[in-house]
């Protein structure tokens, strides 16, 4: 069974802000919300990653809602090399059992 | 620093021959994956090291063995290939949960280009 949610594929405008939704209704205590992104058929790149607070860095934002049930990574600015498949995943903070499912396909369009 | 790297980079098997893919970091990196992604999927992972010497089953093990002799080296091996082992294989690394004096991030993992196996 898979531990998070996302829509197979979204689009969004070049320079607008894309907001990717997360759905890890399962979520337990200890368990982080991580987040990745593959670009055409490299490996996956680790963007950004927290626990219950909201979090930033220098290429997104996350914020994660009260309950733990559900997140949203946010890029706030999107470009053209943004364009990837981005994933959501829920597990501990040691990193050993990722489950990335299918994630979201975002195509960022001129 | 060349991060992760895999060898090879493409490879034709016919049904039952055997291989061994390698995978190698110089970060000084404590944890090491193997995954495999199938077309439109998502990333499965096969097996994981927490440490020279040691390793673990992950969510698709079965058809495969790894060992992990030397720290920076990873190997994979297919003892009879199946054409349903047909995928692209990702190596990854990471430091340990246990490195917080100088900042270990497990859950980054670094992940190498990936290796095309086709098995016929």
């Known amino acids: 069974d898979a531990k998070t949610t996302q829509p197979t594929s979204m689009d969004c405008a070049e320079g607008r802000a894309a907001n990717l939704p997360c759905n890890h209704s399962t979520i337990s205590g200890n368990e982080y919300v991580y987040w990745y992104r593959q670009i055409h058929s490299q490996g996956p790149q680790y963007i950004i990653h927290g626990l219950k607070n909201n979090e930033t860095n220098e290429m997104a934002s996350l914020i994660i809602t009260e309950d733990r049930k559900s997140s949203t990574l946010i890029l706030p600015h999107a470009t053209l090399r943004d364009t990837a498949v981005y994933y959501c995943?829920?597990?501990?903070?040691?990193?050993?059992?990722?489950?990335f499912g299918t994630g979201t396909s975002l195509t960022v369009i001129p | 620093n060349a991060g992760v790297t895999q060898t090879p980079k493409f490879r034709v098997l016919k049904t039952g021959q055997s291989m061994t893919l390698l995978c190698a970091q110089d970060m000084n990196h404590e944890y090491m994956y193997w995954y495999r992604q199938d077309p439109g999927m998502g990333l499965r992972l096969i097996h994981y090291?927490?440490?020279?010497?040691?390793?673990a089953k992950g969510e698709v093990p079965d058809g495969y063995n790894v060992s992990r002799l030397k720290k920076q080296n990873f190997l994979l091996g297919l003892e009879s290939a199946a054409p349903s082992q047909t995928s692209v294989y990702f190596c990854?690394?990471?430091?340990?949960?246990?490195?917080?004096?100088?900042?270990?991030?497990?859950?980054?993992?670094?992940f190498g280009p990936g290796t095309r196996l086709t098995v016929t």
């Open positions: 990854a690394s990471s430091y340990s949960s246990t490195r917080t004096a100088s900042g270990g991030r497990p859950y980054e993992q670094y």
């Open positions: 090291s927490v440490g020279e010497g040691t390793t």
């Open positions: 995943i829920s597990g501990p903070p040691t990193g050993n059992q990722f489950y």
